[in-house]
């Protein structure tokens, strides 16, 4: 087990103020929200963040780890002294920072089976209970969310996905120990970016016959070396060469369901997007294909190559800068 | 029943997209959100969420509903925010989320 600095994670100094814990708090929280934060590790860092806090807001906890003295280097192998914590009483007065499953290992060691009853404190809301008729207790199990990352032909096809979940289970003391499981998921066929699968009972099973939760996965796709979603479309970019964009041409583009033949108007400029309907996303309302043309100029290696762009200068009136021209002389007046 | 039974087994077992296929009631949405239901009427009184139907005693939530309400209440508690600011911060994330998507699908480095 990894000893774990909070106030290096909080980049607070040791004799730092409540007061000063909590903005650092705000701040990192802010930062790192999962539901804001677009950075790579937002949800780690929210965890460590929140863990971290979690300790230091509550002056017992604080105490009790200040108590394990300042030489402890993040990192470093930790085993926590026997009766480390004797003398000191937690009140259990809550852990409402979240998630508190999600906490290490160290913080397990630490602080774990004290003040979180027998739930567990996971999901840190009271709502999934409910009083069964005629006295008895039941509960309704936590509902669990993760992500997963698909691939754009998963959403075409539909596939099978196995899927590693670490899930907190409460054992028999009331300690939470987290427990790894797999699941076959059939993904549904016309699934889109940021929506959501839910797998009904796959959550936490429920206590005193009370139904267990749902898992709810949220989708993510991989990015796809030919094609851009956005919402139900998809883009593409489609390379023509001067010639076809200029005459017109047919030309075979690719879409996820296989290749197409598209026929390019004569002049179509570069940038143009030309929609092939419903070759996006599946589903109620498909989403459609935009390929937006860009132009490739072939290189002028060879001396015929030369020539032949010689002879295409000689034949055109065209300045590809008389707008800037024309605007440069309005500024300069 | 057989979806129980494949906790462990590793059968397959069929997801639903949550967005098309389920409507939700009070009671469920606010279990999934695990808050009281006060809290999910509070969250429509302040226009962050919106059932489908609004009959009193029988609101229907749509699957996106839920994405959104446990949202704000993450906001809320993680963030020391009102609904209010939780509302703002929705709107402004989905606005961010639109623009982040029309940026990729011009630019593909972005």
Same mark, same amino acid.
């Given at each position: 087990m990894k000893y774990k600095d909070y106030y290096k994670i909080m980049g607070v100094d040791r004799d730092a103020t409540q007061d000063e814990i909590k903005r650092a708090y705000r701040k990192l929280a802010r930062k790192y929200h999962p539901d804001v934060s677009k950075e790579a590790d937002a949800e780690a860092r929210f965890k460590e963040v929140g863990e971290a806090y979690e300790v230091l807001k509550d002056p017992e906890k604080r105490a009790a780890y200040d108590q394990l003295g300042a030489d402890w280097k993040a990192g470093q192998d930790f085993r926590p002294p026997p009766d480390w914590d004797a003398g000191f009483e937690f009140s259990g007065g809550g852990f409402t920072g979240g998630?508190? =499953?999600? /906490? =290490?290992? /160290? /913080?397990? =060691?630490l602080f774990g089976g004290r003040g979180m009853g027998g739930m567990g404190g996971?999901?840190?809301g009271m709502g999934g209970f409910r009083q069964a008729r005629g006295g008895g207790f039941s509960a309704r199990?936590?509902? @669990? @969310?993760?992500? !997963?990352?698909i691939d754009l032909e998963d959403a075409f096809e539909g596939a099978t996905r196995s899927i590693s979940l670490t899930a907190p289970s409460v054992d028999g003391e009331g300690h939470v120990r987290t427990r790894q499981r797999t699941l076959n998921v059939r993904i549904p066929k016309g699934v889109r970016p940021g929506q959501h699968i839910r797998l009904a009972g796959q959550g936490t099973a429920g206590l005193g016959g009370g139904s267990a939760g749902d898992l709810y996965l949220e989708v993510e796709f991989r990015p796809h070396p030919l094609y851009r979603v956005d919402g139900a479309d998809l883009h593409l970019d489609l390379p023509l060469?001067?010639?076809?964009?200029?005459?017109?041409?047919k030309v075979e583009v690719p879409t996820p369901k296989g290749a197409v033949d598209l026929t390019i108007p004569p002049n179509t400029a570069a940038g143009r997007k030309l929609r092939l309907k419903g070759r996006g996303l599946p589903g109620k309302n498909p989403g459609d294909l935009y390929a937006t043309v860009? !132009?490739?100029t072939p290189p002028a290696d060879t001396e015929d190559e030369k020539a032949a762009y010689r002879r295409f200068a000689d034949q055109f009136e065209f300045d590809p800068r008389a707008r800037l021209a024309a605007r440069g002389t309005e500024a300069g007046r | 029943m057989s979806e129980r039974r494949s906790r462990d087994t590793?059968?397959?077992i069929t997801g639903f997209i949550l967005e098309e296929s389920t409507t939700l009631g009070l009671r469920e949405l606010s279990?999934?959100?695990?808050?009281?239901?006060e809290h999910i009427i509070e969250l429509v009184e302040e226009g962050v969420i919106e059932p489908v139907s609004y009959r009193r005693r029988r609101w229907q939530f749509t699957g996106a509903s839920l994405t959104r309400a446990r949202r704000a209440v993450a906001l809320q508690r993680d963030l020391g925010l009102?609904?209010?600011g939780a509302a703002l911060v929705l709107d402004l994330v989905d606005e961010l989320d639109r623009l982040r998507s029309r940026l990729r699908a011009i630019d593909p480095g972005s």
């Open positions: 998630d508190a =499953s999600a /906490f =290490s290992d /160290f /913080f397990e =060691s996971t999901g840190g199990g936590e509902d @669990h @969310h993760a992500k !997963i990352l060469a001067p010639w076809e964009a200029a005459l017109g041409a860009r !132009i490739e | 590793g059968t397959e279990s999934a959100c695990a808050v009281q239901a009102n609904i209010q």
